[in-house]
């Protein structure tokens, strides 16, 4: 949510318009409760270990890693398009 606040524009919307970027179903991934625990708010390109630093640490699989990595690429330009479009309203 802090990064999607901090984007360029986003302090300018309603807060309509902030909710409607902030809850877009496309920024969701649905994630079990502990994997969720272990990725807190890092970026995929940050989450490199589900459990990290303890006796069960386990590496985030490179493949879903990099497909997690490009969707969230676009998913920055798709949001900070929504609030570019809010913003010309």
Known sequence: MDRIA????FGNLTEKQELEVLN????FTGLSKSVNTS???????EWT???KGTPD????SPD???KMITREKQ????????IDDF???
């Open 6 to 9: 901090s984007m360029d524009g």
């Open 75 to 82: 998913l920055e330009r798709i949001l900070q398009k929504q």
């Open 64 to 66: 879903f890693r990099s």
């Open 39 to 45: 990725k807190q708010s890092k970026l995929y390109k």
């Open 49 to 51: 270990h589900y459990k």
């Open 87 to 89: 913003n010309k309203e």
């Open 24 to 27: 877009k179903p496309e920024n």
């Open 57 to 60: 640490e386990i590496e985030v």
